[in-house]
């Protein structure tokens, strides 16, 4: 399977969880909260973030379990790899995207013209954490609450089983961003990150779809700042 929509969904950064506490935020108030927590990634140059996803289509009877491993570089490289129960593998750099699934022998290239719902949103991904928050109010509505992530699902392997070690038992910062363009709304429901009050550190996704499809990410074991091999964001022998 390929794993665009996988990619594209957590590109987003979506979340909604069970609300603890509530507080009146103008919309003001969240976007100018929200960019002053982005705006503190201005000095990360480099990220490597593993995670943990729990993605629920309609349909499918029980959520589909998988994790792996977000890699973020300046000025303007990701790359998302699902390292089980299955291996996949999406980059975007400038204005190349490379991708390969389980069994390819090689990796495949084309650009971001060619699949730009892609390149946006992974192009997006990569300017908030490295904090670049110009396009956040003209694209989206911002609101903010305070509530609890969802728990982690029960699983045998050893990331999910951390992840479920370390949950945040306190309330998040919540901030849900419903899309400006009405042709993105019929996509995307809606679009928010949740951080840990103290730390500003992403903690918990979730992907609401306007299909109903429901998609969560925990992120553990972040690194900052760290030096990234030379072919993370070039694969060699890509075609």
């Not at 950064?13 to 960019?35: D, F, P, Y």
């Not at 975007?92 to 060619?114: E, F, I, M, P």
């Not at 192009?123 to 003209?138: F, N, P, Q, V």
Request: include cysteine; charged fraction near 20%; aromatic fraction near 8%.
């Amino acid at each position: 399977m390929r794993n665009a929509g996988l990619i594209i969904c957590c590109s987003l950064l979506v979340l909604t969880s069970r609300v603890v506490r509530a507080e009146n935020v103008t919309a003001g108030g969240a976007v100018k909260h929200l960019t002053t927590i982005l705006k503190a990634s201005k000095k990360v140059n480099t990220l490597r973030i593993d995670f943990v996803c729990s993605k629920h289509l309609k349909v499918l009877k029980r959520p589909f379990l998988s994790g792996g491993r977000l890699f973020i570089a300046r000025p303007n490289s990701v790359r998302f790899s699902t390292l089980w129960p299955y291996r996949s593998d999406w980059i975007v750099r400038n204005a190349t995207v490379w991708s390969r699934a389980q069994g390819d022998k090689h990796w495949q290239q084309s650009s971001t013209t060619q699949r730009p719902g892609l390149g946006r949103m992974m192009m997006e991904l990569a300017d908030w954490s490295l904090g670049r928050t110009h396009a956040l109010k003209s694209e989206y509505q911002v609101s903010e609450r305070h509530g609890q992530a969802a728990a982690v699902p029960a699983g045998t392997d050893k990331g999910a089983k951390a992840v479920a070690a370390t949950q945040s038992s306190g309330a998040l910062d919540i901030f849900t961003l419903t899309p400006r363009s009405t042709s993105e709304r019929q996509v995307l429901s809606s679009l928010s990150l949740a951080f840990e009050p103290t730390t500003h550190r992403l903690y918990y996704i979730k992907i609401n779809t306007a299909g109903g499809d429901v998609t969560r990410y925990w992120f553990w074991r972040v690194k900052i700042n760290v030096a990234l091999g030379r072919n993370t964001f070039a694969p060699s022998g890509a075609r």
